[in-house]
């Protein structure tokens, strides 16, 4: 070997450091370490050379060859001894430090001199000792210097060691050799390690997870909980092992039984003194009031001596007990004849609760004989459960003594044998004023009644009594918030009342006065109908008679109309203001004014000013850009207004560069929006126009964009959540609609929803909005369309109206179903025109409600007269939110009466031909590995999968377990029995 070579090796080896970070690795062999001869093969014997090095009182062993200046081929091969491989261990890494002399440096040098060197493997079940055979070695890698050593006098300042590492496997047999083969290099290999590599047993999310040998790429490990910790409705914890042995992406989580609570990684039982009554990541509480102290992992503190705790009380709840008697229980007489009204004070001790609630007691004493009342008197509103600390009583008898007890309850008095009632007698001195027994017709017209009525005649009293007698046409509709009655007041049993309408029923209320004039207990409805006009004709009437009745009809037709019209509409705003739904505050009233389209002004600045607030830029204050558009960035930030507090905004700024015409477009949907107001409408704070930056100053919704958020939080949501959710974004479409605006881009990704869930519309721009989104345009020679939410007369026609946004919300409503999925998946615009022309329409989304799917088709009907109005939309919404079980059927998912979807075939039609044909198709190929693992080779196979087997796979995106899903609905033969994709 070359002298200088030599020395320059053994200076390096002295003063190399060597590092092992045996915290992650598993050594199989190192050369290094040895510290002595290693017994490598050599092969030919002059080839690789052992040289012996003295490092601190230790020999150590390294190899070097250099035969450069040799006039024959080099072929030299050196052998490591036998290596075991640990079962566990199917991949190792062979890390080399070693050294290569730059072939520039030998003078007159064979042109065969190389500067590389070549890594061999040869896997064995057995140690076959110096038997050796180059056949049964492959070739790993060649090995290249990243920088070569150049010495031509022995200086050391040239020196450069080089590092390499390289993986090898999978690998299977018991044991294995490498080799290195020198064809004419001149080498020195300082250092030769081998080891595999493990992720560390670790602690975290209170579960343990073992140590893992390191793969290829990110492995997932299955923990398991810590003593005394368990899984609480999902799946055991998993984290991630990389391929360098560290522990990353921990999901799922264990949470300490009851009684025990997290401390560091352990669970350790509650302190005497303190509960945990739940498998939850919450500490242990102190025992609430009026319980006994608890021993130690104590599931809930008992009540004490008379406190208890109600059925639906948590075990946190302190317990409580009964409360005290009602207070002060006096009786007041009201104007009508037998009737008292029965007043209380609340208990001053309520137990410790605020459920309290009143039940009334009535007994008649008679002759030293008291008995209950029962249904001989009327309460109102009712004589159990009161809420409030008063009742009134009717139909009492004169000279009787009454007495009334009150009880107040809460929720644990059931439990107490403890009694709280007050008590209260009474007697009333007054002449009871007869009853009417019944109501009869006497005669009938088409126009008139006349009624007569008896009083019962042992009631009746030497004095005359006086009637008022009420009416009222029957109502046969639903019925109204104000009822409206006729009165009349008489002195006689018998009377006639004109002025009636033909063939009409009324609804007639007769009772007694008292002398004071105070009417007696309210007496029972009669229903009778006057004649209607053809029968007035079969009596022979005269033509001139009948022709004024039937001129004085239908000029009271007329009015008639007219006031049912005008009550009508009267009823309606009343029932607006007492309406409401699940999370849109109700409107007050209909919208007054009409959209005013700004672009119709000369000067839009005078829209602006008009439709927008000016706000100071000394009231805003910028905190974090949340995003950014055509125009500029958007900002969170915060709006100060004098003698307001503090709001968190969101602010659209205008970049820097702009032209008048950009200036103009950015504020003209400032101008759209201040002329809306609604809870689900984003509201525009102000603009800022007065300053060389414009703005725009809306509310801030801290969740962002509906679509994406309804991505992160897939399958986090229950049915009736995303139905309140649309029922806000139909109540804001509703108010568009009524203010004659058509939006033209209804989509999810122009909802904004805040911390309560409540969903807004927003983006008021359609040309700006859709050069954001150009994949979903369809360019025409009229603009650019968002082809996935359009309905088909605004595609081909560019008709936009009202009917063409509940086609849109129809697409949102899938959307918001299918947690942001995008409509029709891959399709191009083409195919979606093409499909929804032959009548084809996206399938129900997985879990997805009957109703809510039947809404969505109503919403796709070819002819936009047949579809919904907003306003029928909002009532079904709130009727399925009013009744919650009518969400619990899910929709079938019927292929043939939905969207064909562009992988259910090849490219040419024809069924996929492999697996992988079928994954590529969708755009899906990396789970061809996961699939062959899984031993799903065949397209048969893939027939019959299910949506579980899909996620065991390791398909674990929602968005691409249902393409799947959907895809193999496509795939199956409509006249067999098809497999239910999505049955778990």
């Not at 049964?136 to 006098?153: M, Y």
């Amino acid at each position: 070997m070359d002298y200088h070579f030599r020395a320059l090796f053994s200076y390096l080896f002295i003063n190399s450091i060597f590092i092992l970070i045996q915290a992650k690795e598993h050594i199989l062999l190192d050369m290094k370490a040895s510290r002595g001869e290693l017994g490598w093969l050599t092969s030919p014997n002059e080839g690789w050379e052992i040289v012996q090095t003295v490092v601190n009182s230790s020999l150590l062993y390294t190899y070097s060859v250099c035969n450069v200046a040799a006039d024959t081929e080099q072929d030299n091969w050196l052998r490591t001894t036998f290596i075991q491989r640990p079962l566990e261990a199917s991949r190792v890494s062979v890390e080399l430090h070693f050294v290569v002399r730059d072939c520039n440096t030998f003078d007159g040098s064979s042109s065969s001199c190389r500067e590389t060197f070549s890594l061999y493997l040869s896997e064995m079940d057995m140690d076959v000792g110096t038997s050796f055979r180059k056949g049964q070695f492959r070739k790993i890698a060649t090995v290249a210097p990243d920088e070569v050593t150049a010495n031509k006098g022995g200086g050391r300042a040239s020196v450069r060691v080089n590092v390499e590492t390289r993986s090898i496997g999978p690998l299977s047999r018991r044991g294995f050799y490498l080799a290195f083969q020198d064809l004419g290099a001149c080498v020195a290999l300082l250092s030769v390690r081998v080891f595999y590599t493990t992720c560390p047993a670790i602690k975290r999310n209170l579960a343990t997870f073992p140590e893992h040998v390191t793969a290829t790429g990110l492995t997932e490990v299955e923990g398991s909980c810590v003593k005394n910790a368990v899984t609480v409705g999902e799946a055991p914890p998993r984290m991630y092992c990389t391929a360098e042995g560290e522990w990353v992406v921990p999901i799922g989580q264990c949470y300490c039984r009851a009684g025990y609570q997290a401390v560091g990684q352990t669970c350790q039982a509650c302190d005497g003194g303190y509960y945990k009554s739940s498998d939850s990541s919450q500490p242990c509480e102190v025992c609430p009031a009026n319980t006994q102290h608890s021993g130690p992992g104590a599931l809930h503190c008992a009540c004490l001596e008379g406190f208890y705790r109600a059925a639906t009380d948590p075990s946190s709840a302190p317990c409580s007990g009964p409360p005290t008697p009602p207070e002060d229980l006096k009786s007041t007489p009201c104007l009508t004849a037998g009737s008292i009204q029965l007043t209380w004070r609340p208990p001053s001790n309520t137990g410790g609760r605020t459920d309290i609630v009143y039940n009334v007691a009535c007994e008649r004493c008679n002759d030293a004989m008291c008995a209950p009342c029962g249904g001989r008197v009327r309460f109102e509103p009712t004589h159990t459960s009161l809420h409030d600390p008063e009742v009134t009583i009717s139909d009492l008898e004169p000279h009787i003594n009454y007495t009334f007890k009150v009880e107040a309850l809460n929720g644990v008095s059931p439990l107490s044998p403890q009694k709280s009632t007050a008590s209260i007698t009474t007697m009333l001195n007054f002449t009871a004023p007869p009853k009417v027994t019944f109501v009869q017709v006497v005669a009938r017209t088409p126009t008139s009644l006349s009624l007569s009525w008896a009083v019962d005649q042992k009631t009746t009293s030497h004095h005359s009594p006086n009637y008022e007698l009420m009416y009222r046409v029957k109502d046969n509709k639903e019925e109204q918030d104000v009822t409206t009655y006729n009165v009349l007041r008489l002195d006689k049993n018998l009377v006639q009342i004109n002025d009636l309408l033909p063939g009409t029923k009324y609804v007639f209320r007769v009772q007694t006065l008292t002398p004071e004039g105070h009417p007696s207990s309210q007496s029972v409805e009669h229903e009778f109908e006057t004649l209607p006009m053809a029968e007035l004709r079969t009596q022979g009437s005269s033509m001139i008679v009948m022709g004024a009745i039937a001129g004085g009809g239908v000029m009271l037709l007329i009015v008639v109309v007219i006031l049912l019209l005008h009550k009508r509409r009267l009823n309606s705003r009343i029932r607006q203001r007492t309406g409401g739904t699940y999370f849109a505050c109700p409107e007050k009233h209909q919208p007054l004014k009409t959209y005013v389209d700004p672009h119709t002004y000369e000067d839009p600045n005078t829209a602006i000013l008009k439709f927008a607030s000016e706000i100071h830029t000394n009231h805003i204050t910028k905190q974090k850009v949340i995003g950014a558009g055509e125009f500029g960035e958007v900002f969170r930030g915060v709006l100060k207004l004098p003698g307001r507090n503090e709001v968190a905004v969101a602010i659209k700024t205008l970049k820097a560069g702009y032209t008048e015409k950009q200036r103009q477009d950015f504020l003209s949907e400032a101008s759209i929006m201040g002329q809306f107001s609604h809870q689900n409408i984003i509201r525009l704070e102000g603009v800022v126009t007065k300053f060389k930056h414009a703005m725009i100053v809306t509310e801030y919704m801290e969740n962002g964009a509906l679509d994406q958020y309804l991505r992160d939080h897939d399958e986090e949501l229950s049915s009736y959540q995303l139905v309140g959710m649309l029922s806000g974004i139909a109540a804001g479409m509703k108010y568009l609609s009524d203010m004659n605006y058509v939006h033209r881009d209804l989509a999810a990704r122009n909802i904004l929803v805040n911390g309560n869930l409540e969903c807004k519309v927003s983006d008021f721009g359609l040309s700006r909005v859709l050069e954001d989104y150009p994949e979903g345009t369809y360019t025409t020679t009229g603009g650019k369309i968002p082809i996935r939410w359009t309905a088909p007369e605004a595609i081909a026609f560019r008709k936009f109206t009202s009917a063409s946004d509940v086609w849109s919300f129809g697409i949102v409503m899938w959307e918001v179903m299918a947690f942001g999925e995008r409509p029709y998946w891959d399709m191009s615009n083409h195919e979606v025109m093409k499909s929804i022309h032959e009548g084809f329409r996206l399938p129900a989304p997985i879990n997805c409600p009957s109703a809510i799917y039947q809404l969505m088709l109503q919403c796709w009907m070819q002819d936009h007269y047949k579809r919904p109005r907003f306003l029928d939309v909002v009532n079904v919404l709130d009727k399925l939110l009013r009744s919650p079980e009518s969400l619990t059927t899910i929709a079938d998912i019927d292929l043939r009466a939905s969207i064909r979807l562009p992988s259910s075939s090849g490219n040419d039609g024809s069924p996929f031909r492999s697996v992988d044909e079928w994954l590529e198709s969708m755009k899906m190929g990396q789970y061809k590995e996961a699939f062959s693992h899984a031993g799903i080779t065949t397209m048969e196979q893939v027939l019959h999968l299910k949506i579980d087997d899909i996620k065991k796979i390791g398909v674990r995106l929602p968005g691409h377990q249902k393409r799947m899903a959907y895809s193999i609905l496509g795939l199956q033969d409509p006249t067999s029995s098809p497999v239910d994709v999505f049955a778990v």
